[in-house]
């Protein structure tokens, strides 16, 4: 067991506590944030002491009054000099939550975002709705491993492929795989795109495919926060052009590799849902049917598409 990582202050003799208590370091470390405009600057402040302190956010509330041993508080010292620089938080503490499970982040993937779980809810409403008990999925740029995770820890009978062109970033999604008991049930492929090889793909087809590209426009990678800027993997955040190439992608080729039903389920930037959709159905192989909106900042943000049926019945694959 380890040693707790706090013990109760002393106070003076005037009963005051001139020490770094818990309740003073998160009061500092929230206005020391919020100068630097670090984005949620109190929950910033909570995270990063609570790795300090080795325990859950939450109980540093029980432990207000009493103070961090010392060499916790130079480590903490280093995170929040770094944070204050914009460095991410999750890379900081190499954690992040995700449709409340805890995933492993490295510089190498992006940091798996809240708006991001509205594409597990349609995949999981889609399996109950079409009672799809044993869904074969594929999760094209897994990344963290975030999206296809989250979907097998909640369907016990699916099984997944996850591919990414980083070798790197697959190392973090078998660790996150691992930690959640989904590894025998999902395979990972290093593969540029939808570029996999034969023996990986379902007789028959995948029933879901679903992607949370780099879609953001090259024009407007400048532009974005400097923690998603200058620390989260370029390569996850941009194609290098529109922000589009995905997409394209899985219009062109997506069909050979999909079951007759199966549902494609995209995240979106914001304002691109009209030009996602035109690239998306330009090939003819895929109808839309429906947009969510996130309930995080409210913006469409998942589009859903099916295989366009042919005329004469069949799936058009032919
Ligand atoms: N949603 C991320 C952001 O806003 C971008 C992720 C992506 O390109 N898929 O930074």
Redesign the pocket.
């Known amino acids: 067991m380890n040693a707790p990582a706090t013990v109760e202050a002393r106070t003076d003799q005037g009963g005051r506590s001139e020490t770094w208590t818990i309740r003073r370091l998160l009061s500092w470390t929230s206005d020391y944030f919020g100068r630097h405009q670090v984005i949620d600057a109190r929950l910033a402040s909570e995270v990063l002491l609570a790795h300090a302190a080795q325990c859950r956010r939450i109980d540093l509330y029980t432990r207000f009054d009493s103070i961090l041993e010392p060499e916790r508080v130079e480590c903490f010292r280093g995170w929040v000099r770094r944070a204050s620089a914009h460095e991410p938080i999750a890379y900081l503490v190499g954690q992040k939550e995700f449709f409340s499970l805890s995933f492993k982040v490295t510089p190498d993937v992006?940091i798996p975002?809240a708006?991001?779980e509205t594409l597990v809810e349609c995949v999981l409403d889609h399996c109950g709705k079409a009672g799809l008990t044993h869904p074969q999925l594929l999760d094209l740029g897994t990344g963290s491993g975030c999206l296809a995770i989250a979907a097998l820890v909640h369907l016990p009978a699916a099984t997944a492929v996850a591919t990414d062109v980083s070798a790197a970033a697959l190392e973090v999604a078998r660790f996150n795989a691992a930690r959640h008991g989904v590894s025998d049930r999902l395979t990972f492929v290093e593969a540029d795109r939808l570029a996999l090889p034969a023996e990986v793909v379902p007789e028959g087809g995948f029933d879901i495919l679903m992607c949370?590209?780099?879609?953001?426009p090259a024009s407007t990678m400048d532009k974005?926060d400097a923690a998603?800027r200058d620390y989260e993997p370029s390569l996850?955040?941009?194609d290098g052009a529109e922000g589009l190439s995905f997409y394209r992608t899985i219009a062109a080729d997506g069909a050979e590799l999909l079951a007759a039903d199966a549902m494609i389920f995209v995240?979106i930037?914001d304002g691109q849902a009209q030009a996602v959709v035109e690239v998306m159905t330009a090939a003819g192989n895929f109808e839309h049917r429906q947009t969510r909106k996130d309930r995080v900042v409210g913006q469409e943000r998942v589009l859903a598409f099916t295989m366009k049926r042919a005329a004469d019945g069949s799936d058009g694959k032919g």
Do not use: K
């Open positions: 992006l975002r708006e991001t949370n590209p780099p879609y953001i974005l998603v996850a955040l941009t995240e930037g």
